[in-house]
């Protein structure tokens, strides 16, 4: 049984969803564990991680348009002083949460056909994001 | 140290909770791991993962209408090519989130006397819902 | 390779947010391990673990009305033998799960910069509330 772990940085173009799957699937690639565990977690607090639909891009955007309902951009937050992006972006934040882990078998993520994995960037401007990553495993 | 894997299906009723949690024990009494680390995944983006209050039947009745709320079904989604109950499915998915861990301790779930383990449909249909499961420990 | 788990307990003052990244980094000191991955899992249905920026504080006042917005207090619930503040406390630990992992790296948990770990208690009466926690590395 062996662990390896990385910070890995991505670029995000402002607001919106950053298909990550390919770049974790290198990774694990790389690290010659088979059988394992692998974790991710968002290191911000206005960015996060989640698995959704990889094949229709429409489920992005109604997405987008969920998050904005629920967690509207306004006047009426008392945290305002990055602009009045910041605090629907911490709250979209702690919807989606900050955390995956997905069971490794045979060399590959368990994911289903449909799921990918997303940097979910909920600040208007882009940002250079970080995600801490450990595998364990054999 | 060793771990085990396994791909588990369920069938759901259609939109509801289906609770997993015997069957999670059952799985987890025939590895022989008394003390490790369990991790759920649900494989797809119209199901998901939630531990919540096993015994008053009310919370699931209360828990199903505040998805309704928050994710109403409507013509209001780009995405509708499965049905006006699959856009609000992704939604509700991605509030409720694909993972889940626990603690094993003594042989048992680490959980709380009234948490249960339960498989979310949100589709109206009935589905054969698959979840990768992850056990490490000794 | 090994690993360490515990029950910790944290008395919450009523609805609000505890900040116990001290207590779980204390614990990580105490275990020798310095590679490795950290599982948090609190044991209830009614209150909830979720990672947020430390600093602000506003932020948190911003969180509390956010969750009072999404699941209000009301007479429309069917579960309420336990009071008003019952089931949106259900509605909210789903909102933000009860699960937390993070990786481990040189020592320390590896969030971010401005990220601590916050038990939310959703109940208004102060309670005591257990997070077992698990740890495995070398």
Chains 1, 2, 3 share one sequence.
Request: with cysteine; net charge negative; charged share 20%.
């Amino acid at each position: 049984m062996r662990q390896a772990s990385t910070i890995l940085s991505f670029e995000t173009p402002g607001r919106g969803f950053v298909d990550i799957t390919r770049a974790m699937a290198a990774w694990l690639g790389g690290s010659g564990i088979e059988e394992g565990l692998l974790t991710l977690l968002c290191r911000h607090t206005s960015a996060s991680l989640l698995i959704q639909e990889n094949a229709a891009r429409e489920v992005r955007t109604d997405l987008a348009a969920w998050f904005d309902r629920l967690a509207p951009e306004g006047s009426h937050y008392a945290h305002d002083d990055e602009g009045p992006d910041d605090m629907p972006a911490h709250l979209r934040a702690t919807l989606t949460g900050v955390n995956l882990q997905i069971p490794v078998m045979a060399g590959r993520m368990a994911l289903g056909t449909w799921q990918g994995i997303y940097l979910a960037e909920h600040r208007r401007m882009p940002h250079r994001r970080q995600v801490a990553v450990h595998l364990i495993g054999q």
